[in-house]
């Protein structure tokens, strides 16, 4: 050819090249962005950054870039839980004993209202079938009704994927088995739990020293919002249900409840019941309480105070609550977690004491009507509390003694040599392994309800798109996750309601395979495409 | 003399007046909301709201700041965020605790440094001066955590000699502080700890000691001493570590005001509830009323350590008390 014929060849060939390029570009949208994990610190909980990272790791096989940024726990809970300014977060929702009642996982979490600054529902899912789902199953009293849409709400979130659960941890914890027997463990609370504490016994002086990182900050029933302090008081104050073994609210201050109708609740009050400075416990109480906690806008009821119009003494024994609207984790969440407080002493508080608002009253000496009363309390150091033997129900030990250490190690280094005889709570899965080959040492891990979860900003790019979200679902390192970082003292995570609470729990919501070709079929599906190295587009808009 | 007092005493107020108000500053730039603490998400809007106001977080930063000058002067230091409880009974717990744990082995520290470092001095290059040089540097270049677990490790699981670790044993509460420290029991928990504090802090007032012994003992005097006839232990202790000690009270006033605060190792390893560990969970939680108080506490007492430390150099050197260069 001549040198005409090759430029117009080379012309037209560059031409084709160029439109072809544009026209490819065309085909597929802009690369993914780059999206960050906001988590605690090693130092807050050393299994988070761990898993954050696999996380991250496991998004690159995506062809997506993922990084984990670990950063203050008080900063997180600030930027995500107030502010909704975040991307991805890895949390660990504790498995509390209010939060057996499905309300919290299907309700607080994932209805659309919940959706405010500080609300609990921070990935900002908006669901108006799970809302109905969620609004019918706190308003259905009975249990087997309120079944159905909870089994349903597990099914519509699983499906939709807000976020994802990761794994189901169980709670690690020790104790001496030459000096405790008898020991009964709830669901999220292991060996630290009220039915251990009333029905162990144990040897020598008859009282447990069971030992705990971090000292309880106050002891005033009011003011209490923290699982720390909840464990504590629980134990010196009552309650007229309380969580039984089997995570069903039981009665106990109570002796039995009826609901006269969707918004009335009568409540049968025991009598014989006694203060631990000898006085009686009336319903006079009972009713002062609600009314108390109501007037003081006590923390962690507000909320649930607010929907309480009316407390009344129709009979002798007899309370009768009129709610606003009907709640079925009313029972649960309120009357199973209230601590019932004496008039003769709060009536007088703040006046008398010299503060303005009981919040502040120190309570340096409860007085409660549980089967434990109050000796002595060392800041920092100790809480010692000796058996109500006129109590209705009076623990079988003398007493607990709480023993605050510096650290896990040193509560593990104490349950071997003896000077400790359990732990109060969690105690690390590393320091529970060691703990399993020393004699007369119980080490293991304990059921629990609460979960590793792995919540996505709804909306923002790329977690507005569901077809993105049920894609990851596929790509989570579970099982890696539960072996490696959580040391097997856990197992992978599907459904909001962990299959450790079996009456709620939906068996229908199974583990994803893991499959990463499966995972970019579906975003083939979804018009997402790969550029040249391998990096993730968005769909043409 | 009254006016050095007086001048050092003003110089003192305005030190401490700046250290409130970096404190107040540096507080206030840490990121992270402080009420993010105390108000877990499951609270609602009101209840969250009541606390803010119950804590004064709603007032603005200028008023915030003019509520904490009044406060810290007249020891008023507010209420902690995580317990509500008056921060002032909280940190003077926490000081006696502290204050338990460190003047034994501080006490012994600087006492057997002291005395370590004029025997080096006076026999400089010898055997006991490079040994107690050597040893002092390893103890003092290790980290508190190692000394205090090894010596845990040998005494207290292995020959299981010492408890390990607490003020005294659970459920033996003996009732008042005073019955407290006199009882066998605490004694025995407060050896370890001991014995690694001064491990810690020998090396410090003993080097300086030894050099500022050997520059004392080139001087006239100590000369003239000598060539007066007087024993050599006379020479060494009255007339020349009179003079050398000077420079180890000095260091000694900073030596005490760090280890006050600086201890939550120790604390942490020794599970002994003080001021190091409450200084740094309050940092932590954002909990600014204890963790401001705490700080200014621990810049009263460094401050307060060095007037006491101008004023005791008029007892030790008479060029100061009379007034002349």
């Given at each position: 050819m001549d040198r005409r014929e090759f430029v117009i060849g080379a012309a037209t060939l560059s031409a084709n090249a160029a439109a072809s390029r544009i026209a490819y570009a065309q085909q597929t949208g802009a690369p993914v962005e780059k999206r960050s994990i906001i988590t605690s610190t090693a130092q807050f909980d050393p299994a988070r950054p761990e898993i954050a990272r696999l996380v991250a790791q496991a998004c690159k096989s995506l062809g997506w870039e993922v990084e984990a940024n670990p950063i203050d726990y008080n900063q997180g809970i600030q930027k995500v839980i107030m502010q909704h300014d975040y991307e991805m977060f890895l949390v660990a929702l504790a498995g509390s004993a209010i939060r057996i009642d499905p309300n919290f996982f299907v309700y607080a979490v994932h209805h659309s209202g919940e959706h405010k600054r500080g609300g609990f529902n921070w990935m900002g899912y908006k669901s108006a079938r799970?809302?109905?789902?969620?609004?019918?199953?706190?308003?259905?009293?009975?249990?087997?009704?309120?079944?159905?849409?909870?089994?349903?709400?597990?099914?519509?979130?699983?499906a939709d994927q807000p976020g994802t659960v990761l794994a189901y941890p169980q709670i690690t914890m020790a104790h001496r088995s030459d000096k405790l027997k008898g020991l009964i463990p709830l669901l999220g609370e292991g060996i630290g739990s009220f039915w251990s504490d009333i029905n162990m016994e144990v040897t020598g002086d008859g009282y447990s020293r069971s030992g705990m990182n971090v000292d309880v900050k106050h002891l005033n029933p009011l003011a209490v919002n923290d699982e720390l302090e909840f464990k504590e008081l629980s134990i010196i104050y009552d309650r007229l249900f309380r969580i039984g073994p089997d995570g069903k609210p039981v009665p106990w201050a109570a002796t039995g409840m009826k609901v006269v109708d969707s918004k009335t609740i009568d409540i049968t009050v025991r009598s014989g019941m006694r203060w631990h400075d000898g006085k009686p416990v009336t319903v006079e109480d009972v009713k002062f309480t609600f009314e108390y906690q109501k007037k003081w806008k006590a923390p962690f009821f507000l909320a649930a105070l607010n929907n309480v119009v009316a407390v009344e003494l129709?009979?002798?024994?007899?309370?009768?609550?009129?709610?606003?609207?009907?709640?079925?984790?009313?029972?649960?969440n309120v009357l199973a977690a209230m601590f019932l407080i004496p008039k003769h002493i709060w009536a007088e508080i703040p006046d008398k004491a010299g503060i303005d608002d009981p919040l502040k009253f120190p309570n340096?000496?409860?007085?409660?009507?549980?089967?434990?009363?109050?000796?002595?309390?060392?800041?920092?150091?100790?809480?010692?509390?000796?058996?109500?033997?006129?109590?209705?129900?009076?623990?079988?030990?003398?007493?607990?003694?709480?023993?605050?250490?510096?650290?896990h190690d040193a509560i593990a280094a104490a349950i071997e040599r003896g000077e400790c005889d359990r732990s109060r709570y969690i105690l690390s899965p590393a320091l529970v392994d060691r703990l399993k080959t020393v004699k007369n040492v119980v080490a293991r891990g304990y059921p629990s309800h609460g979960l590793y979860h792995l919540s996505y900003n709804n909306a923002i790019k790329p977690f507005d798109d569901p077809a993105f979200r049920q894609a990851l679902n596929h790509v989570m390192p579970r099982k890696m996750i539960s072996e490696l970082v959580l040391l097997s003292y856990s197992d992978p995570g599907a459904s909001i309601i962990s299959p450790a609470n079996a009456f709620w729990h939906n068996p229908a919501v199974k583990v994803p395979a893991e499959d990463v070709k499966k995972a970019r079929d579906l975003l083939a599906k979804a018009g997402y495409r790969w550029n040249a190295q391998d990096r993730l587009l968005y769909p043409r808009t | 003399m009254t006016a050095y007092v007086v001048r050092r005493f003003c110089a003192a107020l305005?030190?401490?007046?700046?250290?409130?108000?970096?404190?107040?500053?540096?507080?206030?730039?840490?990121?992270?909301?402080?009420?993010?603490?105390?108000?877990?998400?499951?609270?609602?809007?009101?209840?969250?709201?009541?606390?803010?106001?119950?804590?004064?977080?709603?007032?603005?930063?200028?008023?915030?700041?003019?509520?904490?000058l009044k406060n810290l002067a007249t020891l008023e230091w507010g209420r902690s965020f995580t317990s509500g409880q008056p921060v002032a009974s909280l940190l003077g717990h926490w000081l006696v605790n502290t204050l338990l744990l460190m003047s034994t082995g501080l006490?012994?520290?600087?006492?057997?440094?002291?005395?370590l470092g004029i025997m080096m001095a006076a026999r400089r290059g010898g055997a006991l001066d490079i040994g107690a040089t050597v040893v002092g540097l390893v103890f003092q270049a290790a980290p508190p955590f190692v000394i205090g677990i090894l010596l845990l490790i040998t005494f207290s699981y292995g020959m299981e000699l010492f408890p390990s670790g607490g003020m005294f044993t659970p459920g033996a509460d003996p009732g008042s502080t005073w019955a407290l420290l006199t009882s066998a029991d605490f004694l025995h928990h407060l050896v370890l700890p001991t014995l690694t504090i001064t491990a810690l802090y020998l090396v410090t007032p003993m080097l300086v000691m030894r050099d500022s012994m050997l520059e004392v003992l080139g001087s006239d005097y100590v000369e003239f001493a000598r060539?007066?006839?007087?024993?050599?232990?006379?020479?060494?202790?009255?007339?020349?570590?009179?003079?050398?000690?000077?420079?180890?009270?000095?260091?000694?006033?900073?030596?005490?005001?760090?280890?006050?605060?600086?201890?939550?190792?120790?604390e942490t390893v020794f599970s002994w509830p003080g001021m190091g560990k409450a200084m740094v969970e309050a940092a932590l939680q954002h909990d600014y009323p204890v963790a401001q108080a705490a700080f200014f506490l621990m810049a009263a007492i460094v401050i307060g350590l060095n007037f006491l430390t101008d004023l005791s150099y008029s007892l030790l050197d008479p060029r100061i008390r009379l007034g002349s260069a």
């Open positions: 799970l809302d109905a789902v969620a609004t019918v199953q706190s308003r259905f009293m009975d249990l087997e009704d309120r079944k159905r849409p909870v089994f349903e709400a597990q099914e519509i979130i699983f129709p009979g002798a024994n007899t309370v009768r609550i009129r709610l606003e609207n009907p709640s079925a984790p009313f029972i649960s340096d000496k409860p007085i409660g009507s549980g089967p434990f009363k109050f000796d002595h309390w060392r800041r920092g150091s100790e809480l010692k509390v000796s058996a109500f033997r006129e109590h209705f129900n009076p623990p079988k030990c003398a007493g607990i003694i709480r023993i605050v250490y510096g650290s | 305005l030190t401490l007046l700046g250290v409130a108000v970096i404190l107040f500053i540096l507080f206030r730039l840490m990121p992270g909301d402080p009420t993010a603490q105390i108000l877990s998400p499951a609270l609602d809007e009101a209840a969250q709201a009541r606390l803010k106001q119950a804590f004064g977080l709603d007032l603005p930063l200028w008023q915030q700041f003019l509520i904490y006490i012994l520290a600087i006492a057997i440094g002291i005395v060539a007066k006839g007087l024993s050599p232990a006379r020479v060494l202790f009255r007339h020349a570590a009179r003079n050398a000690l000077l420079a180890v009270v000095t260091v000694s006033s900073l030596i005490l005001g760090f280890a006050i605060g600086g201890q939550v190792v120790i």
